[in-house]
Structures are given as C-alpha cells and as structure tokens.
C-alpha cells in the first residue's frame, strides 16, 4: 500500500513538471523573452506598473514563471501530508497478539501417566468434549478432580459395569467443579459444593474442609485428600485424588456403627438371669398361700370349740 502510494505520488510530480508554459496573455507571469506592451500610465506618483514588476520579478527570480518552480512545493506538501498519514497508521495500528491454545484435558491427563481409566470415562460419556469446549468460553473456570488407576482398582469388582450410562455421565460430572479452585480459595469455601452433576436440584454435593497443609473431599459415602496439582491455571484446576468419589444418589450413605449391648455387671441383680427371678416368684407365692391355709384351719378349729360349749 505504501509502495503504491509513492508511485503514484512520483507521477504527479513528474506530470506537474511537465506541465506547458504559461500562455501568452498572461499578465502576471509573462515568459521572459516575450515582448512587453508599454505600461500604461499609473494614476499615483512613484507606482510601478504590473509589467514593470513581472520584469523586475523575472530578472531576480528566473525561476518564477517556470512550471518547476509553482509544481515542485504543491508536489512536496502532498508528499508531506500522504507519507505522514501512513505514517500514522503505521504507528498508531498494533498487531494483535497471538491467540493462546484451546486447554486439553486429555494431554494433562496423559501427561499424569496415572489416568487411563479416568480418560476412559471421559472419552466414552463424552464428558470429556464438553468440558474442553465449556473451558473455551468459560468465565468462571473449572476444577476437577482426577481418580488414578489404583483409586478405581480399589473399587469393589463391577462397580462401574453395574451403572447405567446415565449413572456413569453423573459420576464423571461428581468430579468436576463449576468453578475455579486454587488450594488457598478451598479454605474460604462454604459447604455443601455443587459439582456439575448437581443441576438445579442441589444433589451431588460434595464438602471439602481445608487447613493450612491439607484439602480433603468428603462425599458422605467416603473421604479423600487433595494431592498434587496437575494443572493450575485460570480456567483450569486439575487436582489428583487417590479415590473415587462415590454420591449417595448412586452409592448411598455410609450406615451408623451399630450399638453393640452391654454386657450385665457380675454381682447385679441382671446377672442371675431371667430364672432366678423367675423361681424366686413362685416361691413367694407359695409361702403366701401356706400362710392363708394356716389362717383357715385356726379359724374351723375355732368354730369347732365354740360349737362343742
């Protein structure tokens, strides 16, 4: 552009170099070899008349009447003027940077060399193409927390077949935060924390309470700690864990301990059992019907005395 520019602005110049003399009847720049007409009189004293100035012009600048002399400054502003707009836009214009690389989960992953089985699930729910693509046009970034393979080998055999590919969406989803994370940001986290399995209806929930050396992940089911980072950089927080998450929407809650009972004191009333005071009973009963019996044979042998009087 600035190249064409300059040729064209060297044609103009050399066209207005070229130009034709000035015509014959011109008054105020005559040729210089032309024959004059007598000035005419002037009305004032000591007044020089056109012709006498065009002359005098002539013989101290022989370069006015020349078409060099009117083109070349007209040539040279607008030269001044183009060059000093492609200038400006020269330095006013910044070239724009390059635009930074999609983030790839599946390189950090890999790069982890502890995630196979976790890539599995996220390539075969295709979990994995939604969470690149929700990165690229994220403005609250992601964390998530990724399972090694022993985490998923300590898992009761069949664990994963006996979910539903549904199920298996929603487990994926448990370990993933609608947010970005850093380590020091889970200390002033506020509990429960929706994962992007929880939706609208405020399941799969997870709690996460931190101290100054430790992150840990509870799911009601089971508890984890947060290990090293993978990857921590705005939108993306990738964070190793040494188990997998189970929901209790999938799994269920961990039951109570049961109460074991107590076992009765030696010496206790408790401790002679259920037939002592079964046997002691009884044996009171008697005694209080022997006694009523003696009471009835005092009184017939009362009766008896009384009638015989």
Not at 24 to 36: D, N, Y
Not at 71 to 100: E, N, R
Request: charged share 10%; aromatic share 6%.
């Amino acid at each position: 552009m600035y190249e064409r520019t300059m040729d064209s602005l060297l044609m103009i110049g050399l066209s207005l170099t070229r130009q034709h003399q000035w015509p014959a009847h011109s008054t105020l720049f005559p040729p210089p070899h032309s024959p004059s007409k007598a000035a005419a009189p002037c009305a004032l004293p000591l007044c020089p008349s056109l012709s006498s100035i065009s002359a005098a012009r002539h013989r101290h600048h022989p370069m006015a009447s020349s078409p060099i002399y009117v083109g070349l400054p007209t040539f040279l502003l607008l030269l001044l003027l183009t060059t000093s707009g492609l200038f400006g836009q020269a330095t006013g214009a910044v070239a724009p940077g390059p635009k930074p690389a999609p983030l790839n989960l599946t390189g950090i992953l890999e790069k982890g060399g502890q995630y196979g089985t976790f890539l599995r699930l996220l390539k075969e729910t295709q979990v994995g193409e939604q969470i690149e693509s929700q990165l690229n046009n994220s403005f609250n970034g992601l964390t998530i927390f990724g399972p090694t393979d022993n985490a998923f080998n300590n898992l009761k055999p069949g664990t994963l077949n006996s979910l539903t590919t549904q199920e298996q969406v929603s487990l994926v989803l448990y370990h993933v935060l609608p947010r970005y994370y850093t380590l020091s940001t889970f200390e002033t986290t506020s509990n429960p924390v929706n994962t992007q399995a929880s939706g609208s209806s405020g399941v799969y929930t997870v709690n996460i309470t931190s101290t100054s050396n430790q992150v840990n992940v509870s799911t009601g089911v089971n508890e984890t700690p947060v290990n090293n980072n993978l990857y921590q950089h705005f939108p993306l927080a990738v964070y190793s864990v040494d188990k997998v998450l189970l929901p209790p929407e999938l799994f269920g809650a961990t039951p109570p301990p049961a109460v074991s009972p107590q076992k009765p004191k030696k010496g206790s009333p408790a401790a002679d059992g259920p037939s002592a005071s079964a046997e002691a009973a009884p044996s009171a009963a008697s005694s209080n019907g022997r006694s009523a019996e003696r009471v009835l044979l005092v009184w017939i042998g009362l009766a008896c005395m009384g009638s015989l009087l």
